[in-house]
């Protein structure tokens, strides 16, 4: 199996298995316990990882959906880090870099569904600051990359800046909600469902721009 096709498997599978999730969390949000089932909106992922709801109901199935699901899509993060270098092939210290950086960042990610909030609160922040930072970094680089290279990758330049834009705000304002200690905001976890929906879509271009670019150089 490509790396191309795995990219693109990873992505449905973490948007079946994580629907799937969603439906079985039983309710609640950091602005209303007493609400009822699944809040796009006002409900983080990691809401969904809890063992027990945030309304106080046991969340086992869940909990346990939620998990493989964001497993998933760490695993799919690696393998977009490890398929962005054949857009920019020409720059190989920009590719290792790029490289590097998206392992740790998928590492950490796994990390932060293994310490969930529910059972070692502030850990789980600092497990999502240490794989945020290189997550951020390798997008960043991997942009510039592809920029420098001049390709026709027009969709995974675009989308990709529109992720780490949203991305980049989203996490700033859930470190400095960390830091200070203050009351959750409804901004970090709206901003975390746009650019979770982003990065799914640049996932998906990337996978296109890397068939795209294997044809071109056959």
């Not at 994580?18 to 009822?36: C, I, M, Q, R």
């Not at 993060?77 to 962005?84: E, I, K, R, S, Y």
Request: charged share 10%.
């Amino acid at each position: 199996m490509t790396l191309r096709i795995l990219l693109a498997l990873t992505v449905l599978a973490f948007i079946a298995i994580f629907s799937l999730a969603a439906a079985a969390y039983p309710g609640g949000t950091h602005f209303d316990h007493a609400s009822v089932g699944h809040d796009l909106w006002l409900n983080t992922m990691c809401d969904v990882t809890r063992s027990v709801a945030l309304d106080g109901r046991p969340n086992g199935l869940g909990c346990m959906l939620a998990s493989i699901a964001m497993i998933v899509l760490a695993a799919g993060l690696g393998v977009t880090f490890a398929l962005l270098p054949r857009l920019f092939v020409a720059r190989a210290r920009m590719a290792a870099a790029v490289r590097a950086l998206g392992t740790i960042s998928a590492l950490g990610a796994v990390a932060v569904v293994l310490l969930p909030s529910d059972r070692f609160g502030s850990v789980h922040g600092v497990a999502i600051v240490c794989a945020g930072i290189p997550g951020l970094a390798a997008a960043l680089l991997a942009l510039v990359a592809v920029l420098r290279e001049r390709t026709s990758a027009r969709a995974v330049i675009a989308l990709g800046g529109l992720a780490l834009g949203v991305a980049a705000v989203d996490f700033a304002l859930y470190v400095a909600e960390l830091v200070s200690g203050s009351a959750s905001q409804a901004s970090v976890s709206v901003l975390e469902r746009i650019a979770t929906a982003l990065l799914l879509a640049w996932m998906l271009a990337i996978a296109h721009a890397a068939r795209s670019a294997s044809v071109a150089s056959a």
